[in-house]
């Protein structure tokens, strides 16, 4: 399983990668894993406000139904429109697709995230 | 927990099962290495592996056993032959479903019911009840376990280990005392996959041997297959669940599985309701649809037409070799017919579905 340095993660499984007042957000490996194999995902709607922990958007694989949560606050500027059409890329590269960009409105939050060494004793954890 | 394991659990942890508890069994839904989409292509275009071992089985016996399940279940099994199968389902006296079965026919004075492992006690429980003199009921379940073979190349494989000309076994018949791998197994050409195949039921302490033999023999073109291609794969071919399309108050009428529903059997529990049912014609009809608007329509989603509640969805999902999200729903009878618009309901909101006809896998032969 892998878990990258240099990101945000949060208790549901959802990651962050911070660029500027930017917050890309996605779903672990970990979450793409125990989800299998995935086949539909429903995207928010651009500038749409979220508070941390909202549900943005939703994840199918063949046998679950998951909500996806922002763990930051903000408005959706950008959502990862590629996903409608190729929801297995999630499944394939959890850290390199996107769900949405929101833009940030309380950075200070991000300090209520786990770093990749908590988060990996985290999914041990979740393991046992 | 407490969960119960089948005889095949060390293969399971063997090939690295992604487990659960499936109705109190410790069962893998998918294998670590494949997982649930390439499990089922698996099986539709070379051949799966299945642990089918919590399924239950009766044993009835004695010189009433003919006329015992025939009063028990719904299809006629008078001209049933001896080795052959046949399906049905089981109802109470209101036509609401006990469970659906297999009706193994050794003789005329031995049968062999195959029955869903959820409803293994409560069926059980019920043929007692219903029991009449002359008639002696086992419940075997702990006695067997139970493989599926399926697939195309399912025939081929098994026989390169098997003493018997599986050709001499055909579609929904059974030969016990069959050497495969030298293990002694009860081999029947049924399934629950829409594909060609075989189950076999043999001795608990021998299940893993055999499990082996067969993965063996396919060298390498069979895999192990979890629960949740199982369950895709029905779905796909649209064959009924037990608890989905069937239930306590779905009949096999409103399911739509009338040819296993013979009313002009002299008698059998629940003929009078489903002979008046098919009389008047259900209030509700089982109806295959397509999604045309983004969502994948899930059990238990509320199906509307024009804002009207109709029904909902008894089976749903993406079926994988189709390409397509698919699902059965119990609606009212005006509306189970094909081509008409309707709402399935998706957290909340109204995605747009056709039903349709004929929308289901069907094996090219």
Request: some cysteine.
């Amino acid at each position: 399983m892998e878990i990258r340095e240099n990101l945000y993660y949060s208790e549901d499984h959802e990651w962050v990668r911070v660029e500027g007042d930017l917050a890309y957000v996605g779903i672990t490996d970990y979450a793409q894993h125990h989800l299998g194999d995935i086949v539909f995902v429903e995207l928010p709607e651009i500038d749409s406000e979220y508070a941390a922990g909202d549900t943005i958007g939703v994840i199918e694989s063949v046998k679950a139904v998951a909500d996806m949560h922002t763990p930051v606050s903000g408005t959706v500027v950008e959502v990862n429109e590629a996903l409608e059409q190729a929801p297995e890329s999630l499944n394939k590269d959890p850290y390199g697709r996107h769900i949405a960009i929101l833009r940030l409105s309380d950075p200070e939050e991000l300090g209520n995230l786990m770093n990749a060494e908590q988060y990996t004793a985290f999914c041990e954890q979740a393991e046992e | 927990m407490g969960l119960r394991r089948t005889p095949l659990y060390p293969m399971h942890v063997k090939y690295d099962g992604n487990m659960i508890d499936f109705g109190g069994w410790e069962l893998p839904v998918e294998y670590k290495t494949t997982g649930i989409l390439a499990e089922h292509h698996q099986v539709r275009q070379k051949a799966g592996l299945f642990d089918v071992s919590h399924m239950g089985e009766v044993d009835i016996r004695g010189e009433q056993a003919e006329a015992f399940v025939q009063e028990l279940v719904t299809n006629d099994i008078g001209p049933l032959k001896e080795n052959q199968v046949c399906y049905s389902p089981m109802c109470y006296p209101d036509g609401g479903c006990v469970d659906d079965l297999l009706v193994y026919k050794f003789s005329k004075d031995r049968f062999f019911l195959v029955i869903n492992a959820a409803n293994t006690d409560k069926d059980f429980a019920w043929m007692q009840e219903h029991k009449i003199p002359g008639v002696t009921l086992e419940n075997v379940s702990d006695r067997y376990a139970e493989l599926a073979l399926q697939g195309p190349l399912a025939e081929r494989v098994l026989q390169e280990i098997c003493d018997t000309d599986l050709k001499e076994i055909k579609y929904y018949w059974f030969l016990p005392g069959v050497k495969v791998a030298g293990i002694d197994c009860l081999v029947s050409r049924t399934g629950y996959t829409g594909e060609d195949g075989f189950e076999l039921f043999t001795s608990p302490d021998r299940a893993c041997e055999l499990w082996e033999a067969i993965l063996e023999a396919g060298r390498g073109t069979i895999l192990p297959i979890g629960l949740g291609a199982r369950d895709t794969l029905r779905f796909e071919a649209k064959m009924p669940l037990y608890g989905h399309e069937l239930d306590r108050d779905i009949t096999p009428l409103e399911a739509r599985l009338d040819r296993f529903v013979r009313i002009d059997k002299p008698s059998f529990t629940g003929r009078e309701a489903l002979a008046r049912q098919k009389e008047e014609g259900p209030e509700r009809l089982l109806v295959e649809f397509e999604m045309t608007g983004r969502g994948i329509p899930r059990a238990h989603y509320e199906v509307q037409e024009n804002g009207q509640n109709i029904g909902w969805v008894t089976s749903g999902g993406y079926a994988p070799t189709l390409g397509k999200n698919l699902g059965l729903a119990l609606v009212k009878s005006e509306f189970a017919r094909p081509g008409i618009e309707i709402d399935i309901i998706i957290r909340n909101k109204p995605v747009k579905a056709r039903t349709g006809q004929g929308l289901f896998y069907r094996r090219p032969r």
